[in-house]
């Protein structure tokens, strides 16, 4: 039996090229290794056969069967890149100076394997713990998340199936493993902005109306408003620019109309709803000819502190000394579907320092303690 079973496990999941949708056989190899534990498997297929996403629910209940804690996560990865401007090749995990490098070592396979292993030590020892567990897992997080933790989620809502407790693996430690836990992100609502104008010479400006003039008043307020004040677990809501482009290619044409995306990245103090009023009552204000596009990424969610946080707070210090903060930086992931059905959602994983890059990869030291952290979690709350 092998004595590193949790690097074992990272090592054969990076291996598996899983670019998303691919899931690359990972949720089977996990499967197979949960269903010797007695968890039920079932594979949730969804998506257009161009873009195939494949979902996992796992679950062994207990003999109280309540509270159930869940390991969520995804066994999709970002692409490589330039292969050639990797040290190693990306999906040949490779140990080298104490690191583990590969696509997917910090985000998540890592975390994934020490959800396994995790559960698979637990059940040995206490093979009569009273709470459930279960695993919900999707090749759909790095892309557009349509076909993935979501489709889950709804399916479990119809089933009237409650989660109690849910970690979702996600690379949260900044500077050492266990320094920050995520117990709420900030929601996302993007606006792609179309102001129209009158094309024209621009020796004759009388003849034409100049968009980027027109709108340039609208964007100065906006970008002074401050949208709220955030809140003890939340920044202040941001809005910022991210393109802008007119004109025609001639330096001598007034253009007809400007584009203009921008984002939104809010906290709980506001909704998308208020959010779009508040613009557009600007937009209207200034008397602009516009249409305008949204798109809602996700909304915000927080789990205040709590059983779940306290017993990952507890574990993490008995496992590296750190007191760890929560924190609700960052972009979105997945755990905004699953806070719709489950009171108490964190994110924790190993440190992000290197996710989404060239030569991504992780401590060698920092994968048995993450592995204990995730066990200990499963003895404090469901034993």
Not at 218 to 247: C, K, M, R
Not at 290 to 314: D, H, N, R, V
Request: proline residues 6%; negative net charge.
């Amino acid at each position: 039996m092998s004595t590193h079973p949790t690097l074992d496990l990272t090592e054969e999941l990076i291996s598996q090229n899983s670019v998303t949708p691919a899931d690359g056989g990972c949720q089977e190899l996990i499967a197979k290794r949960l269903k010797v534990l007695g968890f039920e498997c079932e594979t949730m297929m969804s998506g257009p056969d161009h873009f195939r996403v494949t979902n996992l629910w796992a679950v062994k209940r207990g003999s109280a069967n309540k509270p159930l804690l869940a390991f969520a996560g995804h066994t999709d990865v970002v692409p490589t890149g330039p292969v050639e401007q990797w040290s190693t090749h990306p999906f040949l995990p490779t140990q080298k100076d104490g690191f583990l490098f590969g696509r997917g070592a910090a985000d998540m396979k890592t975390s994934l394997a020490a959800f396994v292993v995790a559960t698979e030590e637990f059940i040995n020892q206490h093979p009569d713990h009273q709470g459930s567990i279960a695993f919900l897992l999707t090749s759909d997080e790095e892309g557009p998340a349509h076909d993935g933790t979501v489709i889950v989620c709804n399916e479990l809502q119809k089933r009237g199936e409650k989660l109690d407790y849910c970690v979702v693996g996600e690379p949260t430690s900044v500077d050492r493993l266990g320094d920050t836990i995520k117990n709420g992100r900030r929601g996302s609502l993007s606006g792609n902005l179309q102001v129209k104008g009158v094309q024209g010479h621009i020796a004759y400006p009388h003849l034409a109306k100049n968009p980027i003039h027109l709108v340039a008043p609208a964007l100065t307020e906006l970008t002074q408003i401050v949208w709220d004040q955030g809140n003890q677990y939340f920044p202040p809501t941001s809005w910022q620019v991210s393109n802008i482009h007119s004109g025609t290619g001639a330096t001598n044409v007034i253009p007809g109309e400007i584009t203009i995306d921008f984002n939104f990245r809010f906290s709980t103090e506001n909704t998308a709803e208020q959010l779009k009023n508040r613009l557009e009552d600007v937009l209207k204000k200034h008397q602009l000819d516009y249409s305008i596009q949204w798109s809602l990424s996700g909304e915000p969610f927080l789990t205040a502190p709590g059983e779940l946080s306290k017993a990952m707070q507890e574990s993490i210090k008995e496992n590296t000394a750190m007191d760890a903060e929560l924190s609700t930086t960052g972009g979105t992931s997945d755990a905004r579907f699953i806070a719709k059905i489950c009171p108490q959602v964190v994110e924790f994983g190993p440190r992000n320092a290197t996710i989404h890059q060239i030569d991504e990869c992780i401590e060698l030291a920092d994968i048995e303690p993450l592995k204990n952290i995730y066990k200990g979690v499963l003895e404090k709350l469901i034993a």
